[in-house]
C-alpha cells in the first residue's frame, strides 16, 4: 500500500548547487505534508511543512512546492551543503479529517559532494 | 531547544517477554504518537494518544500492543508478548495542540531486538 512513494532511492549533488528531492502520493485525502531529514541512529528531523492550500513554503534554503492536481510535492534545498547528506523523508496526514497519523515514504539518500 | 527523549537506546529481549519502552515528549505537547521502523522498511504509524485516550491506531496496533501516560511526563508503548518480527526502531513523537497543525517532532528512537 504505497500511499506515498518516493521514486529515488537515492541523489548525488555537489556542494552549493541545488537538491531536488520528489515525492508522490495516490490518497486524495491527504491535505497536508512534511518532509523530514534523518541522520543514521537518530529519529526524524522535522524540516519544513505545506498545507494543501498552499503551493509554495520557504524555510530558509528549504523550500517545498506543492502541485495538488499532479499529487506531487517536491523539496528543494539551495545551496546544498555537505551536512545536508541524510536520508529525506516525505509524510502526508488528512488535516480535513482530523487523523494525525503520518504517512510516510520510503525515503531518499541525499549526498552532498564537496 | 525542547526534545523528544526515549530510553532505553537498545533493548534486547528473549520472544514472549513483555518490554516496555518509555518516551519522555516535550513538555508543552499534546498529542503522542508512536511509529516503528522495520529494518529497510519505511516509517510506520502505531498510534496516537490525546487527553489519556488512544485517538487513532493502525492495523499493527493490534491487543499485544497498549500505551499510557502514567504521569505528567512519560509515555510509554508495552509490547505484551514479543514475537521475532517486532524487531524494528520505535520511535516516539508529540506535537503541540490543535492550533498548530501536526509538526511532529521525533525522539532518537529505540531499537528493539527479539532473539
Known amino acids: 500500500d504505497q500511499q506515498v512513494k518516493q521514486n529515488s532511492p537515492s541523489l548525488s549533488v555537489q556542494e552549493g548547487r541545488i537538491s531536488i528531492l520528489n515525492c508522490d502520493y495516490t490518497?486524495?485525502?491527504?491535505?497536508?505534508f512534511l518532509w523530514y531529514k534523518k541522520y543514521p541512529a537518530e529519529g526524524p528531523t522535522f524540516l519544513i511543512s505545506i498545507s494543501s492550500i498552499k503551493d509554495k513554503n520557504e524555510d530558509g534554503r528549504f523550500t517545498v512546492f506543492l502541485n495538488k492536481s499532479a499529487k506531487h510535492l517536491s523539496l528543494h534545498i539551495v545551496p546544498s551543503q555537505p551536512g545536508d547528506s541524510a536520508v529525506y523523508f516525505c509524510a502526508a496526514s488528512e488535516k480535513d479529517t482530523g487523523r494525525r497519523a503520518l504517512t510516510f515514504g520510503s525515503g531518499t539518500r541525499l549526498q552532498v559532494q564537496p | 531547544e525542547p526534545e523528544v527523549t526515549q530510553t532505553p537506546s537498545h533493548q534486547v529481549t528473549q520472544m514472549g517477554q513483555e518490554v516496555i519502552l518509555r518516551c519522555v515528549p516535550i513538555?508543552?505537547?499534546?498529542?503522542f504518537y508512536w511509529y516503528r521502523q522495520i529494518l529497510g522498511q519505511k516509517v510506520e504509524f502505531l498510534v496516537s494518544f490525546y487527553n489519556n485516550e488512544i485517538s487513532e491506531k493502525s492495523e499493527i496496533f493490534d491487543d499485544q500492543f497498549s500505551v499510557e501516560r502514567p504521569d505528567g511526563s512519560n509515555f510509554t508503548l508495552k509490547i505484551r508478548s514479543t514475537k521475532l518480527e517486532d524487531s524494528a526502531m520505535y520511535f516516539c513523537?508529540?506535537?503541540?495542540?490543535?492550533?498548530?497543525?501536526?509538526?511532529?517532532?521525533f525522539g532518537p528512537g529505540t531499537r528493539l531486538t527479539v532473539l
Open positions: 513523537a508529540s506535537s503541540a495542540t490543535r492550533g498548530s497543525y501536526n509538526e511532529q517532532f
Open positions: 513538555s508543552n505537547h499534546l498529542y
Open positions: 490518497n486524495s485525502m491527504f491535505d497536508y
